[in-house]
């Protein structure tokens, strides 16, 4: 049965409140209690935590001696920079002057960049030197400061720590903004104060039991709550290792990965995107048989997870538990989630509401009333609670992915999961083309793989019909060369029907 997904996102309770309160840090406990350890490696190098703190706290007084006031708290900073060490440098020197960060994306025209900087009311810039033209026009636009970040600034120091500040001291400050990837609409600010990135971040330590041994490769665009908070704060954070690549490359990450010496890989996030790539090198690649070997050896698995901008993970597969094709686990450590449904009378009830520990299903008749108090925030999901692998799945997006044909809601992501498996297919997009008769038709969009012979519908729906009921089965089908993606590799349904379809609303 499909219902509406509803989260809440819990704060930290009294007592983890006030001793999180009293706790004096610079950005992260890591700083002190790991000072000498290695932080970050990048292109250029290899960098500590005391590394990180002392060049940061350089930047800061900088960013504070670019304004009259010289004070910045709670000021909106936006940033440009590399994916490397230059970034997490102006990460942290925000944050040690109680400002928000406010990352911008290298892919995104100059357009979005203006829509994000006067949306955010950032009142400083930071870039790096081969993006200041980038920003160097927005800033005399907006008569705000751009601090570029030279070799000075990028310098690595060994300065005492001092364990009297009190940098993240209340977790009701806003930290960090964030935009949504517009994969169904027009990218949205989302806030995310101290409390809710800590709450995120030990989640994920506690769910995934991370070790202060961990090394962690990140290949992802860092302004996307996947890549910020999962893949460079939660490493940080926790006292680890961090690998920055300054983009994703198939080979470069099989490397990486395959490499058993200094800097090995413990934890790798991606996108489903980055996996198909690299599914695709490895089949390509001339492997020798010390590399198959090394592959064997590795404790390769797939967890897969759900998330988005406004909570962070959601929901996720433990390690230790049964991981099943197109199923995303159970709620994170410190997260509750209602299944909503309308009644006859349209009014919404809540059928079903889950933990870590325990989901419960409320019986017809028993419904609680959907309008709830309490911190929860509505997300526009349809999922599937399956008791008997108490695990949750997730059909799509409402708006996009359930498509209502005939008197069937039928879940998109299900029929691609199945034309993905086909020998011929690549790549597969599944939506609802509006039709008189049918209400919506079950349309696909297919990318061929290379030397791959054209698909005729007829073929497409023989093949669903194996493992998919016959209204699922597609009605209509458009061959592309390519899908255009956004900056984190997702496709925007809507635009693509209006693009393709256009008489369609």
Not at 236 to 244: A, D, E, I, K, P
Not at 303 to 310: D, I, L, Y
Not at 355 to 368: A, M, R
């Amino acid at each position: 049965m499909l219902k509406t997904l509803k989260i809440i996102n819990r704060s930290l309770n009294n007592s983890k409140l006030s001793s999180f309160l009293t706790l004096k840090r610079t950005v992260y406990r890591s700083v002190y209690d790991h000072s000498d350890k290695i932080a970050v490696i990048d292109d250029n190098g290899r960098y500590s935590y005391k590394n990180l703190i002392s060049a940061s706290f350089q930047l800061s007084n900088k960013l504070l001696k670019s304004i009259p006031s010289g004070k910045l708290k709670g000021e909106r900073i936006a940033f440009l920079c590399n994916q490397d060490v230059s970034y997490v440098l102006a990460q942290w020197s925000c944050w040690l002057n109680h400002s928000v960060c406010v990352p911008l994306c290298k892919d995104h025209p100059a357009k979005v960049l203006e829509y994000y900087i006067k949306d955010s009311k950032a009142s400083i810039l930071i870039s790096t030197s081969n993006f200041e033209n980038v920003l160097k026009p927005l800033a005399e636009k907006f008569k705000i400061p751009l601090i570029v970040l030279n070799k000075d600034d990028l310098k690595m120091k060994n300065d005492k720590i001092e364990k009297d500040l009190d940098i993240f001291s209340n977790s009701k400050e806003d930290a960090l903004i964030l935009y949504t990837s517009g994969t169904t609409g027009p990218p949205k600010g989302v806030v995310h104060t101290v409390s809710s990135l800590k709450a995120q971040m030990d989640a994920m330590i506690e769910s995934w039991r991370w070790e202060t041994k961990d090394t962690l490769l990140n290949v992802l665009p860092l302004h996307h709550v996947h890549g910020i908070v999962n893949c460079v704060m939660t490493p940080l954070y926790n006292g680890s290792t961090l690998v920055m690549d300054q983009k994703f490359d198939a080979a470069t990450t099989w490397n990486h990965l395959l490499n058993d010496k200094d800097p090995s890989i413990s934890v790798f996030m991606a996108v489903p995107t980055i996996y198909v790539k690299l599914i695709e090198q490895y089949k390509k690649s001339g492997w020798t048989s010390k590399d198959v070997e090394q592959i064997r050896k590795m404790r390769l698995f797939v967890s897969e997870q759900f998330g988005m901008s406004e909570a962070g993970r959601v929901l996720s597969n433990t390690i230790d538990g049964k991981k099943l094709p197109g199923r995303v686990g159970l709620p994170m450590p410190n997260m509750t989630i209602r299944l909503t449904q309308k009644d006859d009378n349209n009014n919404e009830k809540i059928v079903a509401e889950g933990t870590l520990e325990k989901v419960k299903i409320f019986e017809k008749g028993d419904h609680k009333d959907g309008n709830v108090s309490g911190e929860l925030h509505v997300k526009g999901d349809m999922v599937e609670y399956e008791m008997a692998n108490n695990t949750f799945k997730i059909m799509g997006r409402t708006s996009v992915d359930i498509i209502k044909s005939g008197g069937y809601k039928i879940s998109a992501l299900d029929i691609e999961a199945v034309l993905l498996h086909h020998p011929s297919i690549s790549e597969c997009v599944v939506l609802g083309v509006p039709d008189a008769q049918w209400g919506e038709k079950v349309t696909a969009i297919i990318v061929l793989n290379q030397n791959a012979e054209k698909l005729s519908l007829d073929q497409i729906r023989e093949y669903c019909k194996k493992k998919l009921p016959a209204y699922s089965c597609p009605t209509n089908l458009k061959i592309v060369d390519a899908f255009e993606r956004n900056a984190v590799g997702k496709i925007n349904k809507k635009e693509l029907r209006q693009k393709l379809f256009p008489t369609s609303k």
